[in-house]
């Protein structure tokens, strides 16, 4: 069974860091592409970052020289640290598995196959 369990969220003030993980067992990690989408209240699930099974990385406009994306095949994790934080990044984050190695143009929720449970980040202002 596939599981993802992220971790790392918390309240931070405007301008400040904050390190997401998500360690994913049950699959065969390093043969997976990954990503994190977040959720704001009311609003739909969106894309923030993926990367693929090789290390390349991608990220939406909104979050591009602010956010990074990361992936250690020995520990099963994929990483997000996010800086310069702002009130508008709050949100939960859920990290997601692809059903192969390629995340390249997948940028919809049902690209993705297996998801977290979620982990808050709330940024004051």
């Known amino acids: 069974q596939v599981q993802l369990v992220e971790s790392g969220g918390g309240l931070v003030q405007a301008g400040g860091s904050l390190r997401l993980s998500c360690v994913v067992s049950g699959r065969t990690f390093s043969n997976y592409g990954m990503a994190w989408f977040r959720q704001a209240p009311g609003k739909e699930r969106e894309f923030t970052t993926s990367?693929?099974?090789?290390?390349?990385?991608y990220y939406a406009d909104s979050v591009k020289g602010r956010f990074t994306i990361s992936r250690d095949n020995a520990k099963n994790t994929v990483y997000l640290q996010l800086n310069s934080l702002k009130p508008e990044d709050t949100a939960v984050y859920y990290c997601?598995?692809?059903?192969?190695?390629?995340?390249?143009?997948?940028?919809?929720?049902?690209?993705?196959?297996?998801w977290g449970q979620g982990t808050q980040v709330t940024v004051s202002s």
């Open positions: 990367i693929s099974a090789s290390g390349a990385s």
């Open positions: 997601a598995s692809v059903s192969g190695r390629i995340v390249f143009g997948k940028r919809r929720a049902t690209d993705y196959d297996y």
